[in-house]
């Protein structure tokens, strides 16, 4: 199993050995103390070399040293290194090995092997034309396996950023110099190119740290030579080259070898790689400027691949934006068509029964008890005699009261309304007729009372039963007076109100138990208005649960859940004691609970265990029926002849006299439902017709 080496270092420096852990990144050597591997030899300069390790293996670059980085005995300017290389600097020697197994892996291969020999042959010099034809085949060698590397690098990374750090940084290190700067714009290639509309993007040193204030530190004169001669330029001596007389900016950096080159991709510039070296006169050489020519070009296409990649990336980001934006679009959607069909089915099953002249849209209702309140309502709607609301807690007393004012002669003026049985007396007589300022304690300021805010509208007083005796007897005489006295003041209102009334208990029995003054309520029970409880009125319990189902979800922001036929059987088998209310609250439970389907274990206890069966029989063929009424007539006429027919132990005239069809019509009636005579019970025909076992 081959396994991927740790890399270390063994140094021997004047019969010392230390050895260092390389470490990912850049490892710089030489005299000066900021280098992290400090050597005191005198032949080895202040910054000689550094040593970088990647995930493919380190590699030497000389920084500039006056003697040279040797590695293996030949000089090189950078080189990859492998376990077993040595590394010369000066007099101290740097081994690589691997950290495994604290030994090298491979020696040197024979072309090494060959140039330490000829070197050791000939006291250091050897042959000059064996010496030249060696080294440049491995410097043709390690250029070629520098660039390789450098190339696979650049083709793995796709994040813009990073990749131009990285060409950056493996610029320097291709050539040894000391700092690196890419000009770019930020956009898509500039023709004709111009360095003003670039910026520094990238600016590295040799140790691969970000340099600080980058227009500043290199030569925009430079720069632009290049942009505008779409070459690449190369100076050992730029204070000395006569193409840069005149640019300040080279006197002022005193700059010494620089490369700059263009980076191009088809015909056109998209910036300028400038690398130089501020300590060395011709660090570079002519092969500097070719290599740095051809990593220019690969470059060039990584950017565009980078750029390819951010622009797919932004769109597919844009695409899946969209789409989430399509989904919560259809989403809400799919919500409001639901919506749109619970109420056009409830407003389709209303349509079916007359149900007034009058808007009563904010009350669901089609059922024969709502049809007597609607048509009650026309008839109350046109007076402004006082009202008075009678039915159980949750019935919906306020919806008709509002009904009530909104569609009556005083629909443009104030509706005002107070629950009697949530105030005691003292602010119930403040809320009805206000305070003067300084009536009581806290009264810092007058207030209106609501019998003055109702003036020319309607006043509604609900569960007016639970009022007080005291506070009966000054709310007859307002009414009888049309005036009052706020609560400590001597100043009397008029008023003009029209009065609706509401209890869920039985004003009657409470004037005939004494706890409620007689002439008040004569007073208030001009007109009366009984609402059925949800219990007598079953066949509205479906439209009901749809549209308070399709409001809860719409408030919560929930798509509606379907209620299954079985779910809405449990519904109307409940006798809900809190009649609507407690309806509207199990809907927006389930709203809460259910996913897409609402299940029959979600709902409460008390509805999950109502039975369906002690229905009576046109609710049960409602449920078994609920949009197809044809279905559903026909299933109530067939049941109702079979238990005609039971009933009459199989007569068919005293079954036909029952349903109130004539013997004739019912033996069809019979013949058309298919019903299986000799399955019923027989019985004797008084008329001498026959019994049912003999047939017709």
């Known amino acids: 199993m081959v396994h991927s080496p740790r890399w270390k270092l063994v140094i021997l420096e004047e019969g010392n050995r230390s050895e260092l852990e390389l470490e990912e990144g850049s490892t710089t050597v030489g005299r000066a103390i900021e280098n992290r591997i400090r050597l005191s030899d005198t032949l080895a300069s202040r910054h000689h070399c550094r040593l970088e390790l990647d995930e493919e293996g380190p590699w030497v670059v000389d920084l500039g040293s006056s003697n040279g980085t040797a590695v293996n005995g030949r000089r090189v300017t950078r080189s990859p290194l492998v376990v077993g290389d040595r590394i010369g600097v000066g007099k101290v020697v740097l081994e690589v090995i691997d950290a495994t197994n604290e030994r090298p892996a491979a020696a040197p291969d024979e072309t090494?092997?060959?140039?330490?020999?000829?070197?050791?042959?000939?006291?250091?010099?050897?042959?000059?034309?064996?010496?030249?034809?060696?080294?440049?085949?491995?410097?043709?060698?390690?250029?070629?396996?520098?660039?390789?590397?450098?190339?696979?690098?650049?083709s793995r990374e796709m994040e813009l950023v990073p990749l131009l750090r990285q060409i950056v940084d493996s610029a320097v290190a291709l050539v040894g110099g000391e700092r690196g700067f890419l000009l770019m714009g930020d956009g898509e290639a500039v023709a004709p190119p111009d360095v003003d509309a670039m910026r520094v993007r990238v600016a590295r040193n040799f140790d691969r740290s970000d340099i600080a204030?980058?227009?500043?530190?290199?030569?925009?004169?430079?720069?632009?030579?290049?942009?505008?001669?779409?070459?690449?330029?190369?100076?050992?001596d730029a204070s000395a080259d006569a193409r840069f007389d005149g640019m300040a900016s080279v006197e002022e950096l005193r700059l010494r070898s620089v490369i700059g080159l263009p980076i191009q991709a088809g015909g056109e510039t998209m910036g300028v790689l400038y690398v130089d070296n501020r300590l060395q006169e011709c660090a570079f050489a002519s092969e500097d400027s070719e290599l740095v020519e051809l990593f220019a070009a690969q470059a060039a296409i990584a950017i565009l691949n980078a750029r390819r990649v951010a622009e797919l990336r932004e769109r597919n980001e844009g695409l899946e934006h969209s789409r989430r934006q399509i989904e919560a679009l259809n989403d809400q959607l799919g919500r409001k068509v639901r919506d749109r069909d619970s109420e056009l089915a409830v407003v389709r099953a209303e349509l079916g029964r007359e149900r007034g002249r009058y808007d009563y849209?904010?009350?669901?209702?089609?059922?024969d008890g709502m049809r007597e309140v609607f048509q009650q309502l026309d008839r109350i709607i046109e007076t402004e005699l006082p009202v008075l609301i009678q039915g159980e807690s949750g019935t919906g007393k306020e919806l008709i009261a509002r009904a009530i004012h909104h569609n009556g002669p005083r629909a443009e003026r104030a509706f005002v309304c107070e629950n009697c049985a949530a105030l005691p007396d003292t602010l119930l007589e403040s809320e009805l007729f206000g305070h003067a300022r300084g009536a009581f304690t806290g009264a810092h300021r007058a207030k209106k009372g609501l019998f003055e805010q109702a003036d020319g509208g309607t006043l509604f007083l609900d569960e007016i039963g639970d009022m007080s005796i005291e506070m009966q007897k000054k709310l007859l005489r307002a009414l009888q007076e049309g005036e009052f006295r706020p609560l400590g003041s001597d100043r009397v209102v008029h008023?003009?109100?029209?009065?609706?009334?509401?209890?869920?208990?039985?004003?009657?029995?409470?004037?005939?138990?004494?706890e409620f003054r007689e002439d008040l309520f004569y007073r208030i029970n001009v007109l009366a208005v009984a609402l059925p409880p949800l219990r007598e009125r079953r066949d509205d319990i479906p439209l009901l649960a749809e549209h308070l189902?399709?409001?809860?979800?719409?408030?919560?922001?929930?798509?509606?859940?379907?209620?299954?036929?079985?779910?809405?059987?449990?519904?109307v088998a409940h006798d809900w004691p809190g009649n609507v209310r407690e309806l509207e609250n199990e809907m927006r439970r389930l709203v809460v609970l259910a996913g897409e389907e609402v299940g029959v274990d979600l709902l409460s206890r008390a509805v999950h265990e109502a039975r369906v069966e002690e229905l009576p029989l046109e609710v049960q063929v409602m449920l078994d029926h609920p949009s197809d009424i044809k279905a559903a007539v026909a299933d109530l006429e067939r049941r109702a002849i079979e238990m005609a027919m039971l009933r009459a132990n199989g007569n068919k005239s005293r079954a036909g006299e029952a349903l109130g069809i004539s013997r004739f019509t019912l033996q069809r009636k019979l013949e058309k439902y298919g019903i299986d005579v000799d399955e019923l019970e027989e019985g004797e025909d008084?008329?001498?017709?026959g019994d049912l076992a003999a047939g017709a």
């Open 549 to 571: 189902l399709a409001r809860a979800a719409r408030e919560a922001g929930r798509p509606v859940p379907v209620l299954p036929q079985e779910v809405v059987a449990a519904l």
């Open 213 to 236: 204030v980058p227009h500043s530190r290199l030569s925009m004169g430079i720069a632009r030579r290049v942009l505008e001669t779409g070459e690449a330029i190369l100076t050992v």
């Open 495 to 514: 008023t003009d109100v029209r009065l609706l009334a509401a209890s869920h208990q039985d004003l009657e029995q409470l004037v005939a138990a004494g």
């Open 112 to 154: 090494q092997a060959i140039g330490v020999r000829a070197r050791a042959a000939d006291g250091g010099e050897g042959e000059s034309g064996y010496r030249t034809l060696t080294d440049a085949t491995h410097g043709e060698r390690d250029n070629l396996r520098v660039f390789a590397r450098i190339t696979r690098q650049l």
């Open 686 to 689: 008084p008329g001498g017709e």
């Open 361 to 367: 849209t904010s009350m669901v209702g089609a059922s």
